[in-house]
């Protein structure tokens, strides 16, 4: 029998998507019948997609790939002509495209030969293939959702969802066999919380912090929740910078008011909780810079809002926006209570309402500071986000490793953003799935699931 698949969010879509952003089915399938040039494996690292093998010249200011023998539904074969507009397309900045404020750098793109593709680079980026590995860049047909695989839509297959065929290696390759399939579905959390419960389905995945609490209720074994150790940033941004928040004294107040552990211990044991905005030091120059309030100790620290709200000398009620389900209504209650403690009283909103703190729930699409900032800098002071957009426009990896150290250390001075802990996803998972393994980027392709089966 097929695998089946629920990915937690709205239905599959198998038309094209338009201005609606898609739902995260919906991006599965893409990923699933459409490759960038390069994608994610099974551990999250980068495997060749639409091309075969790639190298880097110029100090990683030129990247050429070389294309693979690939065709489109249609049967013409892939060639660099089809590409180059789509990877342009997808570089330029619009409105649904979450990758492109982080390819400022790529300068031109072009068709070398009917094989071979170079992008050329204005700045060194040696992390550019993580972000071609997304799924804002992989390479559909024209006018359509699907491409050169590794899957294809089975037309008219009966039942919910829809039937994902892999595409055979060569021409005689023989046909699969049935449990290669995939049947993939978009659904709620709690349906497909129950029919995998049930034993009607083999993965759920895309599971967040808002529906962690299901799992309990619905008796889910543990060796079937598998949690990523993702990497981004959870925390809450200062959305609201009047009255209150408008000094940098009073925004570190709310920091330290907050006990992560104890937050995050209501959840999971081993959930990590973060202080500082970069998780390490990565392509910065120095380690991640603390807050000034991380210094105190953890039984000083509420005391110690406390008296900077009673100091203002005034009331002071903020609006919390988070997105809805169990998980936020539990986290809610905790926030609330805890700033409570410290003379702040707090009001949920909804997640796209107007609010003084709006949290951040965002897994990193690569390893760079540069992402870490410009996340948490939503919004932050001006000459904080002069100072990252100073280390984008860097012209060495020195220069830019110098600057992005600045600006990390001047955001934590700011205080535009409460880290809190690492992103929590999670997926349920049959023992049959043997080759799917958590990993940073919560990023599990649906031909990496089954594994060998030689």
């Known amino acids: 029998m097929p695998v089946v698949v629920s990915v ?18 919906t991006r599965t399938l893409v990923a699933a019948t459409a490759q960038g040039l390069v994608q994610f494996d099974a551990a999250g690292g980068i495997e060749p997609g ?17 294309l693979r023998e690939a065709s489109w539904p249609d ?21 649904g495209t979450a990758v492109a404020p982080y390819l400022t750098a790529i300068d031109e793109i072009v068709a070398m030969t009917p094989q071979v593709i170079e992008v050329r680079l204005k700045r060194p980026r040696p992390d550019l293939l993580k ?7 992989t390479i559909a047909a024209r006018g359509g959702i699907a491409g050169a695989g590794p899957f294809r839509i089975v037309a008219g297959a009966a039942g919910p969802g829809v039937m994902l065929r ?7 390759d023989e046909a699969p066999p049935p449990e290669a399939f995939v049947r993939l579905r978009g659904e709620r959390a709690s349906v497909a919380v129950l029919r995998f419960a049930d034993k009607r389905s083999d ?28 990497a981004g940033l959870f925390g809450l941004a200062i959305a609201n910078r009047a009255g209150f928040l408008a000094s940098a004294d009073h925004r570190a107040a709310l920091a330290q008011a907050i006990d992560r552990t104890a937050l995050v211990g209501v959840f999971r044991d081993g959930w990590s909780t973060s202080e500082t905005v970069l998780p390490e030091q990565l392509d910065a120059a120095a380690a991640p810079a603390p807050a000034g309030w ?65 949290l951040v729930d965002q897994v990193a699409p690569y390893d760079s500071a540069r992402w870490y900032l410009r996340t948490a800098c939503q919004p932050c002071g001006a000459p904080v986000a002069a100072q990252i957009a100073a280390a984008r426009d860097a012209d060495t990896l020195e220069e830019r490793a110098r600057l992005l150290s600045a600006a990390d250390q001047a955001l934590a001075a700011d205080v535009a953003f409460i880290p809190i802990a690492r992103p929590l996803r999670w997926s349920l998972v049959a023992a049959r799935l043997k080759a799917f393994t958590p990993n940073a980027r919560a990023a599990h392709p649906l031909n990496h699931l089954r594994g060998d089966p030689n």
């Open 50 to 66: 639409l091309a075969e093998r790639w190298i880097v010249r110029d100090d990683n200011r030129s990247f050429i790939f070389r």
């Open 75 to 95: 049967g013409r074969a892939v060639v660099a002509e089809d590409i180059v507009p789509v990877l342009r397309r997808a570089v330029a900045a619009r409105p």
């Open 294 to 358: 991380s210094l105190l100790p953890p039984d000083e620290r509420q005391a110690a809002a406390a008296a900077q709200v009673a100091a203002w000398g005034q009331p002071v009620r903020l609006r919390i926006a988070l997105p809805s389900g169990p998980g936020m209504t539990t986290l809610y209650g905790q926030l609330g209570a805890m700033l409570r403690r410290v003379g702040i009283a707090t009001v949920r909103v909804p997640a796209d309402a107007d609010a003084d703190l709006r």
């Open 131 to 137: 972000l071609f590995a997304q799924g804002d860049m």
């Open 203 to 230: 993965m759920v995945t895309g599971g967040t912090l808002a529906d962690w609490p299901l799992l309990a209720l619905a008796g889910v074994a543990p060796a079937n929740i598998r949690v990523d150790p993702a």
């Open 8 to 25: 937690i969010g709205g239905p599959v879509n198998t038309a094209a998507t338009g201005r609606a952003p898609p739902s995260p089915a």
């Open 166 to 172: 892999p595409l055979a290696e060569t021409d005689d």
